[in-house]
């Protein structure tokens, strides 16, 4: 549930006519070998679509006016195969809403010393073009990606393949729409956020509810809908019923199964797909949700507690640009401080997201010392292991600021058996006192999104296209 139906990307080759209609139908053919030849690499996560032949303004213009209206279009590729003069791109340009990557790539891998002539070298002149093109994009400030290579590398390609992952995200962020259960938590700063500016920058729409709003659909789920899903959870999770009796266990799990029914079911109502909750403010409510929440965020729903819908947004922003692979909210808790084992115990109260488990979790019930509720059932697990970009957004009152900080993940080797919650640990780059003192000046936030499966380059690729202030520790 990532994305809102199918998308595909279109590649619009540059030319114009000054070498005749042979040329061009070279042109043409040599784009139609790369298209499909990309297509079916099986590197690129969506399909590219060739245009006709950039050739006017004209044309350049009403492919542009294309892309913007059609959903399914999620951003542009451009390839200069010959010189096409960049005028002719200023209208379309400007025009163009989406994102744009020029593919700085020749369709000849080598220059064929034996046969080179004037004519090849017209028709093959994409040094010269990207040039031109280039020029017009930088003076637009189009803030649109540049990949240089031989377009049949892997490595080429698994640049445009990140890029596409950034531009559906991009595409995506005007449909996130966070529904929050109760307001920010009482006296915390960095949860605080300017919501009118977000929908404005982000297209992010942000909308409270009262919690009784979901206690209605709570009281609603029937023993039926909540017997089945139980039974699922049997093949995935590990259950653990520590000191509790058998029955009293399952009693707070099923409290949890009817949450995840009925956050589903009020999320999908209002096409929501992204949530807070706060411990703070669950009257009507058993339990502060947890083990619900960490499987919704297993489903692509982004999530934040304590109120925090910055937080929430953007975890689900990154899940769809990860296509939701070891990706989730997160929050700072404990340094490990001994000499040369530098790293941050990171977790949340309860809700840590098992797309980053390493092993299969357990389902465990434990008591929570705030919030004043039952016992709530969550799940438990280690983190895995991986290289990843940490972010997290704060609003300095007049802007927003992203900071993106890279760590190196690792699993834990010795046992906690005491801890209730999920746990991930991590060291920090370019290292422990350098990136945490970076992180603190900068104020970043202690609610972070984690991904051990994006770069920071498509972060502030991100950035980039919605004009977002971000600073980089590495
Ligand atoms: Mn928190």
């Given at each position: 549930m990532t994305t809102t139906g199918k998308k595909e990307f279109w590649f619009v080759v540059g030319s114009q006519h000054l070498y005749g209609e042979e040329a061009l139908a070279e042109v043409k053919a040599h784009a139609q070998t790369m298209t499909d030849a990309l297509n079916e690499s099986g590197v690129l996560p969506y399909l590219i679509v060739l245009q006709d032949l950039a050739i006017s303004a004209d044309k350049i213009t009403s492919i542009m006016k294309e892309v913007n209206y059609r959903d399914e279009v999620a951003g542009v590729i451009t390839w200069m195969h010959t010189f096409s003069p960049a005028k002719m791109w200023i209208r379309g340009t400007k025009l163009l809403q989406k994102p744009l990557l020029h593919l700085a790539t020749q369709f000849n891998e080598s220059i064929p010393w034996a046969t080179i002539d004037m004519e090849f070298m017209n028709l093959n002149q994409s040094a010269h073009g990207d040039r031109e093109y280039g020029f017009i994009n930088a003076r637009l400030k189009k803030q649109n990606k540049v990949v240089v290579g031989y377009w049949q590398r892997p490595?080429?390609?698994?640049?445009?393949?990140?890029?596409?992952?950034?531009?559906?995200?991009?595409?995506?962020?005007?449909n996130i729409k966070v529904a929050r259960f109760g307001d920010n938590m009482r006296n915390v700063g960095v949860t605080e956020g300017d919501k009118v500016e977000a929908q404005i920058q982000f297209g992010w729409t942000v909308d409270y509810f009262g919690i009784g709003d979901l206690v209605q659909y709570v009281n609603a789920v029937t023993d039926e809908e909540i017997d089945a899903l139980f039974a699922e959870y049997e093949?995935?999770?590990?259950?653990?019923?520590?000191?509790?009796?058998?029955?009293?266990?399952?009693?707070?799990?099923?409290?949890?199964?009817?949450?995840?029914?009925?956050?589903?079911?009020?999320?999908?109502?209002?096409?929501?797909?992204?949530?807070?909750?706060?411990?703070?403010?669950?009257?009507?409510?058993?339990?502060?949700?947890?083990?619900?929440?960490?499987?919704?965020?297993?489903?692509?729903?982004?999530?934040?507690?304590?109120?925090?819908?910055?937080?929430?947004?953007?975890?689900?922003?990154?899940?769809?640009?990860?296509?939701?692979?070891?990706?989730?909210?997160?929050?700072?808790?404990?340094?490990?401080?001994?000499?040369?084992?530098?790293?941050?115990?990171?977790?949340?109260?309860?809700?840590?997201?098992?797309?980053?488990?390493?092993?299969?979790?357990?389902?465990?019930?434990?008591?929570?010392?705030?919030?004043?509720?039952?016992?709530?059932?969550?799940?438990?697990?280690?983190?895995?292991?991986?290289?990843?970009v940490v972010v997290s957004m704060a609003d300095f009152g007049t802007h927003y600021k992203l900071l993106i900080s890279e760590v190196s993940a690792f699993e834990p080797t010795v046992p906690a058996p005491k801890l209730p919650v999920a746990r991930v640990l991590w060291k920090i780059k370019p290292d422990f006192q350098d990136g945490v003192k970076a992180w603190i000046e900068n104020g970043g936030g202690h609610h972070t999104v984690v991904s051990l499966n994006l770069t920071t380059d498509q972060i502030v690729s991100y950035a980039k296209l919605v004009d977002l202030e971000y600073v980089v520790i590495k």
């Open positions: 490595e080429v390609q698994k640049q445009i393949a990140e890029w596409m992952d950034v531009a559906v995200a991009y595409n995506e962020s005007f093949d995935l999770y590990e259950f653990d019923y520590g000191t509790y009796s058998r029955e009293a266990w399952e009693a707070s799990v099923r409290v949890q199964v009817s949450y995840e029914i009925a956050i589903k079911r009020f999320l999908d109502d209002g096409g929501y797909n992204a949530f807070t909750t706060n411990f703070e403010d669950l009257y009507g409510m058993k339990q502060l949700p947890g083990l619900a929440v960490q499987r919704l965020m297993a489903q692509g729903y982004g999530f934040a507690g304590e109120g925090d819908w910055k937080t929430a947004a953007l975890d689900r922003l990154l899940k769809v640009m990860s296509r939701n692979q070891s990706t989730g909210f997160m929050e700072d808790y404990t340094y490990e401080l001994a000499l040369d084992q530098e790293s941050a115990l990171q977790s949340h109260m309860l809700e840590v997201d098992p797309s980053l488990a390493s092993n299969k979790p357990k389902i465990i019930v434990s008591p929570l010392g705030i919030g004043n509720r039952e016992d709530p059932a969550r799940l438990v697990f280690d983190g895995k292991a991986g290289e990843g």
